[in-house]
């Protein structure tokens, strides 16, 4: 009778290699043990497999046959240790084997076949003949589903190595892509820096030079042209330049020396203006002229109105009530961008005369 020494003792007399093939036969994971535990654990599958099924194959078959397997592809696998194969070759090389064994069981089968038949025949028992013979079918069918188990088991780990490696590819290249653009940034961000302080150094170059080559300005004696120089008024600063303008152009001025004779003229938000400036930006008139007018924001709805409310003064001339009229308007059309825009200005005058007959909620 089997047990657990003898099965192990006919075990043993496989090498390492023998015993993996015998192993992966009964499901068993042989990576990285050592002869003697695999051993056991074969040992303790087989008798388990014996004890539920009492007609298979004993353990000394199977050796003999994982013997036979190896003698013909003239690999030892008896009394000595063999290295494992390499990662590489393990699914072709066990593929091989189970397909060897599988040829040896069908061998195997037919031999044992034969046998039954003839000691059933011999006895005149065919019902004892039938009822081995299913025995023997359960067994070659878990035999076959072990092997096609270990089959799946093999690929399947193939497969997983594969996909490991091809992800790792993909991880290396995803990084030196990352690190390419980084570095291409970096580049970027350099080059935009050299081109900038080159060229602020060239401002910085043009300034001085152009302060170096900027002639000075003699101002002639204002004593005689304050007098003709309006006064200025917050509520009409663009008239205070025009009339401005008008006398600098009759006095023969020079543009640089406009800013310096008109602040004498200026007060309010125009001479805090004036204050906040440099000596070098106070030179340029138009500049100056601009900055005050923006202090003195007016919209285009503040001319509309004013266009509308305007009356003549009691020491102007119909000519002069006429000409503010037409500048007021003017200023009013050229704030809505409808100057050189004839739907723009019919909607602007029907939009004011739909507002003005609407009660005030609407307005």
């Known amino acids: 009778m089997e047990d657990l020494t003898s099965c192990i003792d006919v075990i043993s007399q496989l090498n390492l290699d023998g015993v993996k093939k015998l192993g992966e036969i009964f499901g068993v994971k042989v990576s990285g043990k050592k002869k003697a535990i695999l051993c056991d654990e074969v040992a303790r599958i087989y008798l388990k497999e014996k004890d539920k099924n009492p007609s298979a194959k004993s353990i000394h078959d199977f050796v003999e046959e994982i013997k036979i397997l190896n003698q013909k592809k003239s690999v030892p696998v008896l009394d000595s240790d063999t290295e494992e194969p390499t990662s590489g070759s393990l699914l072709a090389t066990n593929a091989q084997v189970m397909k060897d064994l599988s040829g040896a069981l069908a061998k ?36 076959l589903a072990k092997l096609e188990n270990v089959k799946r088991k093999m690929e399947l780990e193939a497969e997983l190595k594969r996909i490991e490696l091809d992800r790792q590819h993909m991880e290396n290249e995803q990084c030196i892509k990352r690190m390419e653009i ?69 006095q023969k001025l020079q543009k640089p020396e406009f800013v310096e004779i008109m602040q004498c003229k200026l007060k309010g938000r125009a001479a805090q203006v004036i204050r906040e400036l440099n000596d070098e930006d106070r030179i340029d008139y138009d500049s100056v002229k601009k900055l005050i007018l923006e202090a003195y924001v007016t919209s285009p709805e503040s001319y509309r109105i004013n266009f509308r409310t305007i009356s003549r003064k009691y020491t102007e001339t119909y000519l002069d009530y006429a000409f503010r009229l037409k500048k007021l308007f003017n200023r009013w059309i050229d704030g809505i961008g409808a100057q050189n825009n004839f739907e723009l200005l019919r909607e602007a005058v029907l939009m004011e005369q739909f507002l003005e007959k609407s009660p005030p909620d609407v307005q």
């Open 182 to 250: 980084e570095l291409r940034q970096k580049e970027l961000e350099m080059d935009r820096e050299v081109k900038m302080t080159k060229l602020n150094a060239e401002i910085d170059s043009e300034r001085v030079a152009a302060k170096q080559l900027k002639p000075k300005v003699e101002l002639r004696e204002t004593k005689n042209i304050l007098p003709f120089l309006p006064e200025f008024n917050e509520q009409s600063v663009e008239e205070f330049f025009e009339v401005f303008e008008d006398i600098a152009r009759i």
């Open 108 to 143: 195997s089968d037919k031999v044992r076949e034969d046998d039954e038949d003839i000691s059933v025949y011999s006895q005149g028992s065919r019902r004892s003949r039938g009822s081995r013979r299913s025995a023997y079918v359960v067994d070659r069918q878990i035999e």
